[in-house]
């Protein structure tokens, strides 16, 4: 058990529609990070937060969306599904933001667009 | 542009035998490098890391990995594989002087039979 908790761990949708998944992360650690998992593009970074402020951008779509709050637990937004948005999500998180800190990660949200 | 490359989709051994997953990288410069397991319906879990020093990088269950400056690469080994270890390994690479850049590998399934 990594400390870093998501939820919820299925969901499961219809295109057009909107769902916010949920990190908690690590107890102290004050980054967050999501990723999608997909067949086809492998693990991809998506997003990250430090502190509550966006930090980086990676291959996020404009129709998902993300913030932080005060208590550092994290959302994801997904808008606009589409059957290609099936995918995992995961949520990792850091004590900060150096570049040789490990990334620790939730169990994932298991998301089918049908 | 910074990538990582784990050229075998599977690895296969017998238990007890000696395991080797493959990771080489293009990055200028030392990055850091991680490897992560996966096991079914699960996130990813730390292994190990490479931060500096020594290039035989000791890690959780057994596992070990060489950082090669010359040949680019960050092999995991195991000296005697149990069943228990097979699972989804994924290879990540990291610049030192970017922090918000990931890159994992796209992972290699490794398979160990009774």
């Known amino acids: 058990d990594s400390g870093v908790t998501q939820t919820p761990k299925h969901l499961i949708t219809a295109t057009g529609q909107r769902v916010t998944l949920r990190c908690s992360p690590r107890?102290?650690?004050?980054?967050v990070y999501w990723y999608q998992q997909s067949l086809d593009q492998g693990l991809q970074f998506l997003i990250q937060?430090?502190?509550?402020?966006?930090?980086a951008k990676g291959n996020i779509l404009e129709r998902f969306s993300a913030q932080q709050f005060p208590d550092l637990h994290s959302e994801l937004n997904l808008s606009s599904l589409e059957l290609g948005d099936s995918a995992l999500y995961f949520c990792a998180s850091s004590p900060s933001t150096g570049a040789q800190e490990t990334q620790y990660f939730g169990p994932g949200t298991r998301l089918l667009v049908l | 542009a910074q990538s990582v490359a784990q050229p075998e989709d599977q690895v296969n051994v017998a238990e007890g035998n000696p395991l080797t997953v493959k990771c080489t990288y293009s990055?200028?410069?030392?990055?850091?490098l991680f490897w992560y397991v996966q096991y079914p319906n699960r996130g990813l879990q730390f292994l190990l890391k490479y931060i500096t020093g020594d290039n035989l990088v000791k890690g959780s269950y057994g596992f070990e990995a060489e950082f090669n400056k010359s040949q680019t690469s960050f092999h995991l080994k195991k000296p005697s594989a149990l069943v228990s270890d097979s699972a989804l390994y994924f290879c990540?690479?990291?610049?030192?002087?970017?922090?918000?850049?990931?890159?994992f590998g796209a992972g290699t399934r490794l398979t160990v039979k009774p």
């Open positions: 937060y430090y502190n509550g402020e966006e930090r």
């Open positions: 990055v200028s410069g030392n990055p850091y």
């Open positions: 107890s102290g650690d004050l980054s």
């Open positions: 990540a690479v990291r610049p030192r002087w970017d922090d918000n850049d990931m890159r």
